[in-house]
């Protein structure tokens, strides 16, 4: 079974700069996953905020970057907001099907 | 601009089905396809599958997990996606989300479903 794992929490402070990972247990997360980072705070939607690997959309702020780092996918915050405490998802490819990872809640302190 | 607008609440018994609506406007239906995800309460996404949305193809991909249990179907005269789970256990008690999808893409989201499994 194909799991993937984050940092389950990370607390920054504002102004500060976070690094969230997505790691495979099948081995070197590449660009041939396609990672794909959501951010979701309580009760909302998910929001798409990077798709493969470090593409931004339209609407994602400056301050959020998408990379490789060591084998995992990376999610960068920096300079980061009040508003930026969610929940953060990654999403892998898997040939044909997605895996979301297990989540990792950011709080801003 | 880009909606997707599902469908209510809905509160159905175990064993029964349930179908799950997805309209979107915006932009040009068969351009894109539909992910379906959901969020049991308190825990994580989980990923359901995906369907093409090309009247031609229609062609789905599903999660193991809803293998047999799912299925997810298009009307591109109302540009529409629709999602149906069959023999509903409390475990399925969950909001449902569809999100346009293009290459590994999904961008923007549905409002979510809540799906209530009870006896």
């Known amino acids: 079974q194909t799991v993937v794992t984050q940092e389950p929490s990370l607390t920054v402070s504002p102004g500060g700069t976070v690094t969230l990972t997505c790691a495979s247990n099948?081995?070197?997360?590449?660009?041939?996953?396609?990672p794909i980072w959501l951010q979701q705070k309580p009760g909302q939607a998910p929001r798409a905020l990077i798709y493969?690997?470090?593409n931004k959309h339209s609407w994602t702020p400056a301050r959020f970057s998408g990379s490789l780092l060591g084998g995992k996918a990376a999610l960068t915050l920096s300079g980061v907001q009040p508003e930026d405490e969610a929940e953060y998802y990654c999403l892998l490819y898997y040939g044909g099907a997605y895996v979301f990872g297990t989540g990792t809640k950011v709080t801003v302190l | 601009q880009v909606q997707l607008v599902q469908s209510g609440a809905e509160v159905k018994k175990p064993g029964a089905s349930v179908k799950v609506s997805c309209k979107t406007s915006?932009?040009?239906?068969?351009?894109?396809?539909i992910t379906w995800v959901r969020q049991a309460p308190g825990q994580g996404l989980e990923w359901m599958g995906w369907i093409n949305t090309h009247s031609y193809n229609g062609n789905t991909n599903y999660a193991q997990n809803f293998q047999g249990r799912v299925t997810m179907t298009t009307d591109t005269s109302t540009s529409t996606a629709f999602m149906e789970l069959r023999s509903l256990t409390s475990d399925d008690t969950a909001v449902y989300y569809c999100?346009?999808?293009?290459?590994?893409?999904?961008?923007?989201w549905g409002q979510g479903t809540l799906v209530t499994v009870s006896s």
């Open positions: 915006g932009y040009t239906f068969t351009s894109h396809g």
């Open positions: 493969s690997t470090s």
């Open positions: 999100a346009r999808d293009i290459n590994w893409n999904p961008d923007y």
């Open positions: 099948t081995g070197a997360v590449t660009s041939s996953y396609y």
